[in-house]
């Protein structure tokens, strides 16, 4: 069975970037789509993007479009997070999801999942 693994998160100042990796092992991620959520204390979780791994479309909420990038490997065993200008709303617990033969699209977040990651901490400080 799939497991899915975080890692890449971390303390940084605002303004500054990290890059999040979502390894899978047990299976590649052919045919699934990926995507990313997080978790602020306090919040409801929130998607923040994903990507449907042959070669379809790709997501982002507005409050990261233009400063995050999903991105994968060739060999499809890692979906990868980049994120630039951090802001300290950004800070949260992020984990990595994904779905066996499912589009990345808005409504994707919402769906019943089947793979999640244990998460990883981002804090940004001010």
């Known amino acids: 069975e799939m497991q899915l693994v975080e890692s890449g998160g971390g303390l940084v100042q605002a303004g500054g970037s990290l890059k999040l990796s979502c390894a899978a092992s047990?299976?590649?991620?052919?045919?699934?789509?990926v995507g990313w959520f997080r978790q602020a204390p306090g919040k409801e979780r929130e998607g923040v993007s994903c990507?449907?791994?042959?070669?379809?479309?790709?997501y982002y909420a507005d409050s990261v479009k233009g400063r995050f990038v999903i991105s994968t490997d060739n060999a499809k065993t890692t979906v990868y997070l980049q994120m630039n200008s951090l802001k300290p709303e950004d800070t949260g617990v992020y984990y990595c999801?994904?779905?066996?033969?499912?589009?990345?699209?808005?409504?994707?977040?919402?769906?019943?999942?089947?793979?999640w990651g244990q998460g990883t901490q981002i804090t940004v400080s001010s």
């Open positions: 999801a994904a779905d066996y033969l499912d589009t990345c699209s808005s409504t994707w977040f919402g769906g019943l999942l089947e793979h």
């Open positions: 047990g299976s590649t991620f052919d045919d699934y789509a």
């Open positions: 990507i449907t791994l042959s070669d379809g479309p790709t």
